[in-house]
């Protein structure tokens, strides 16, 4: 069972829109940054998001994050196939003192 | 080139030993919190422990602390892993990873990851 819950699934049409929702409390995302991951198959996760809503350089501004109390939310425009991987979201956990993850939530891009 | 190198998975029987090694290049090693990480089979990702940019602060997952030692060796950009008291619920790919920035909680370079197999 992950501190932060994501849903399992979600999926779009290509060039559609599609968001992914992470929710905890104020123990992790109510007060510290999340970051996002994308892991395609086989692959190490890559980042995507981090401080909520800021963009690695090299990654599109297709990709965007925000947060508000104690939930975050991906969000993904102009969907490729290529986007079809696993997406998990992150944070520190005050109380653990420690980093907790989603669950993870697949992406399907029909 | 930037990259991180973790190598040392193996198949081991429980209760036994195991150190893992991450070799990084191309950047400032000593200027950045490290990370592993694990992801058990067709599981999702799982934070084990993290070891500041000088080495004077660790802190671990409940599910390894007291079992595993994270240590690093800035004069070689060498981090290591060491699983002692393996359970076949340690069975993972292991990743390490590198903070984005020291002031910044977010992982923007990995290995490939290396597969660490406890049965018997």
């Known amino acids: 069972q992950s501190v932060l819950t994501q849903p399992p699934s979600v999926s779009a049409a290509p060039g559609q829109k599609v968001t992914i929702s992470c929710s905890g409390s104020?123990?992790?995302?109510?007060?510290?940054?999340v970051s996002w991951y994308q892991q395609l198959p086989g692959t190490a996760p890559k980042l995507l998001i981090y401080?909520?809503?800021k963009r690695p350089s090299g990654i599109p501004d297709r990709f965007s994050g925000s947060k508000s109390g104690t939930s975050a939310t991906l969000g993904i425009t102009g969907l490729q196939t290529g986007d079809e991987a696993d997406y998990f979201c992150?944070?520190?956990?005050?109380?653990?003192?420690?980093?907790?993850f989603g669950g993870g939530t697949e992406l399907t891009v029909l | 080139q930037v990259q991180l190198v973790e190598s040392g998975g193996d198949v081991v029987q429980p209760g036994r030993s195991l150190r893992l090694s991450c070799a990084a290049s191309?950047?400032?090693?000593?200027?950045?919190?490290m990370h592993w990480f694990r992801q058990a089979p067709g599981k999702g990702l799982e934070w084990v422990t993290v070891?500041?940019?000088?080495?004077?602060?660790?802190y671990y997952a409940d599910s390894v602390k007291g079992r595993f030692t994270i240590s690093r060796d800035n004069s070689q950009n060498t981090l290591s892993l060491e699983m002692n008291s393996l359970r076949t619920e340690d069975t993972a790919i292991y990743y390490c990873?590198?903070?984005?920035?020291?002031?910044?909680?977010?992982?923007?370079?990995w290995g490939q990851g290396t597969l660490v197999t406890v049965s018997s």
């Open positions: 990873a590198k903070d984005l920035t020291t002031l910044t909680l977010a992982f923007d370079l």
């Open positions: 191309g950047f400032i090693f000593s200027g950045f919190g």
């Open positions: 070891i500041s940019n000088d080495g004077s602060n660790a």
């Open positions: 104020s123990s992790n995302i109510g007060n510290n940054y």
């Open positions: 401080e909520n809503y």
């Open positions: 992150a944070t520190w956990d005050s109380s653990l003192s420690g980093v907790v």
